[in-house]
């Protein structure tokens, strides 16, 4: 990899990072120049990692405006779910076996330990990198592009303020249960399992933005 290449993929994971972490929030405004100060990089690298970051969803040009962060509305959430939903257990079908016991093993420890800790950051943490082990496992290179897609968005879903500490616990036993499934090469239940855990999410997410949730203990 060019210099010029290792800095564009500096400042796209940079950016990347902050944006589905919510550490710079939807239909907040990018400044190049500000990124370029920050980053201690010229403009063309970040232009550069801000066109990739926009073919990925992330951000989006606007007439005039410059470039913001893409709006996360209820109707987008649920639109993702729907595709998560039916994509996760059907394109990972053919694969469960090829995942690594001792990484799964590993996955299943960390969860129990932040758990326990009721780390809830690390919890969430956990949540992204263990379905995207899960896509990247298979070695499929287009399964793993539009999966990880949808778990891009995701993780800026499971780091907004609405999320609550009770969905971060019950999508970790969820996680444990599938790990459990595939350790026990019971690979007849994943693709189920997998469903009921983006399900149980579905309804947590609208039960949320449907409804009044003042009062809700969240984060």
């Known amino acids: 990899m060019s210099k010029k290449d290792n800095l564009t993929n500096q400042v796209y994971?940079?950016?990347k990072y902050k944006i589905i972490n919510n550490e710079i929030l939807p239909n907040a405004y990018l400044d190049e120049k500000k990124i370029c100060e920050d980053l201690k990089v010229s403009r063309t690298p970040v232009r550069e990692a801000l066109v990739k970051l926009e073919w990925e969803g992330l951000v989006m040009s606007l007439p005039q405006r410059g470039i913001i962060v893409s709006d996360l509305s209820l109707?987008?959430?649920?639109e993702l779910i729907q595709i998560r939903k039916v994509m996760e257990p059907l394109l990972l079908k053919p694969y469960l076996h090829c995942y690594n016991k001792?990484?799964?093993s590993d996955f299943r420890s960390r969860i129990e330990q932040a758990l326990q800790n009721q780390d809830y950051d690390m919890l969430r943490t956990l949540d992204y990198d263990f379905h995207k082990y899960l896509y990247e496992a298979c070695s499929k290179r287009h399964v793993?592009?539009?999966?990880s897609y949808v778990s891009d968005q995701f993780q800026r879903i499971r780091t907004q303020e609405f999320y609550l500490k009770q969905r971060s616990i019950s999508g970790a036993n969820g996680h444990i249960e599938i790990i459990d499934a595939l350790l026990n090469e019971e690979f007849d239940r994943v693709p189920d399992l997998l469903y009921e855990h983006v399900r149980e999410a579905e309804q947590t997410y609208c039960g949320i933005l449907l409804n009044d949730v003042s009062g809700l203990d969240k984060k």
């Open 75 to 78: 109707q987008t959430i649920i």
């Open 144 to 147: 793993n592009k539009l999966l």
């Open 13 to 15: 994971q940079d950016l």
């Open 102 to 104: 001792e990484i799964l």
